[in-house]
């Protein structure tokens, strides 16, 4: 069927198509009706018109845009301090030399290198506990045995050379398995003159009576 609007009606006024079929469809539901034609809703739609339903402009998703890339803050470079390392050379007169001590591959180099190792690395770190880095065996030599070590400390606070072999006089009454005889230990191949000797109170004494004695018998 048509439906006919006065034709004086401004178009911007007439109903759009979709309310048409709205009205049509609320009369044929409405109880009240006086139809005497069976309708049915879902069938009623409008073929043409001049006001077009308004539709809903499709929705255009925005494209994502990429998270803004944070940069990383500069990560200082690790200081690094720099090194002296000293070589020390001290004899063990109560040893005996071994050709096995000049391979370092062998059972007698490494076992005397761990042992020496062990027990002078705390000598120093005690001795010098902010310069102190590390101790390496670099060698052993025939006349009883001659042992070499470098010794590493930071460059700005390193021990003088007495102060060093200071160090290895105090330890020579702790260690175990080899001796360190005082006046053989050099630094860097010179052998300080100023390395303190010390001696106890009881050798002193003993000293001193073996004196009066000799002296009493002449």
């Not at 080899?178 to 390395?195: A, K, L, T």
Request: with cysteine; glycine share 4%.
């Amino acid at each position: 069927m048509g439906v006919v609007f006065n034709s004086t009606t401004p178009l911007a006024d007439l109903p759009q198509n979709n309310e048409v079929v709205q009205t049509l469809v609320e009369a044929v539901n409405n109880t009240n009706s006086t139809f005497d034609v069976s309708i049915s809703p879902d069938s009623v739609k409008v073929e043409s018109g001049p006001v077009q339903a308004t539709t809903t402009a499709p929705t255009t998703a925005k494209p994502k845009t990429a998270a803004p890339i944070t940069a990383r803050p500069a990560t200082a470079a690790p200081t690094t301090t720099a090194l002296i390392t000293k070589r020390v050379t001290f004899r063990s007169v109560l040893d005996t030399f071994t050709s096995d001590l000049l391979n370092p591959s062998s059972a007698a180099y490494n076992g005397r290198a761990t042992m020496i190792n062990t027990q002078l690395t705390p000598v120093f770190q005690k001795a010098f506990p902010s310069s102190f880095k590390s101790l390496d065996v670099v060698s052993f030599r025939n006349g009883s045995i001659i042992n070499d070590i470098d010794v590493s400390f930071g460059s700005t606070s390193a021990p003088n050379s007495t102060q060093i072999a200071n160090a290895l006089i105090n330890a020579a009454s702790t260690v175990v398995g080899f001796d360190i005889e005082g006046s053989s230990i050099g630094v860097n191949g010179i052998f300080s003159s100023g390395v303190r000797q010390e001696i106890s109170l009881v050798t002193a004494s003993c000293l001193c009576l073996l004196s009066w004695i000799l002296s009493n018998q002449q």
